[in-house]
């Protein structure tokens, strides 16, 4: 590739998820925790790259960029969060049990993808970037379990300052034991796709989870609340589900989900 003349990067490390009105041959950078997103607008073309290396300095013409080209040269590029493609097998460092009639709620972060759309005269996503490359596993049975992404983390029973970080979902979950036996919690296993997103002073918040336990072999029910937890209750939507809950299913998603 021969090498690329551009005006100066500008960085927009402060304020992540905009719509950034593209000027002529400008070419910029966007950083969302440990990826950085690199653009560049040439005539009627908008060219994206990523970068995970962490270095101070990158030659942006050895990365591997795409390109799109578009009718107009007037674009657009808007920036938006999204929860991950798959479901999330979250387990908690410490293992814990709740006995019967028990009920806490819990919080836990997860790493967000990055949404790029180009707006001309309409709206085009033209990539989705994980801002973490998680791990895949198994979760469930062979029969009727599904492949998720593993997330190894601490499960909160508060909030505090360090969970705080601009490139990750805190998600709340509300688990009661209904059963009569107690409950051991290793693996709790989030419908990531169903789940809003929301923001309160750059830190994101997905919808509240209500999670009961029945025991035995029953499944675990969960119902997705549709609005953030309490302690962000005035956070701002920002972002819809991949796969919205509808009513004419809700029986059978409730009946899907399972604790370990």
Known sequence: MSKHVSKPVVDFESDIWQSLELKSEESGKLVVGPVQIYYRHMLNEVWIATDRSQLEKIDTDKLEWSRWAFRSNEIKLKIVPMMPDRQITVRPDTPFRLTKGTSIRIYTRVPTWIAVYAIDDSLHKLV???????????FGDFINGTLSYWLSTRARRSIVSEMFQPHTVICTLNIRNESDEDL???KINLLAERLSIYIKDDQLWSDEMDVLYKGGDQHSELTVKNTPP????DAVFISEPRNPVKKSFAERILREINIF
């Open 230 to 233: 309490e302690y962000a209750s």
């Open 184 to 186: 051991s919690i290793e």
């Open 128 to 138: 989705e970037i994980p801002t973490v490359i998680l791990s895949k596993t198994w």
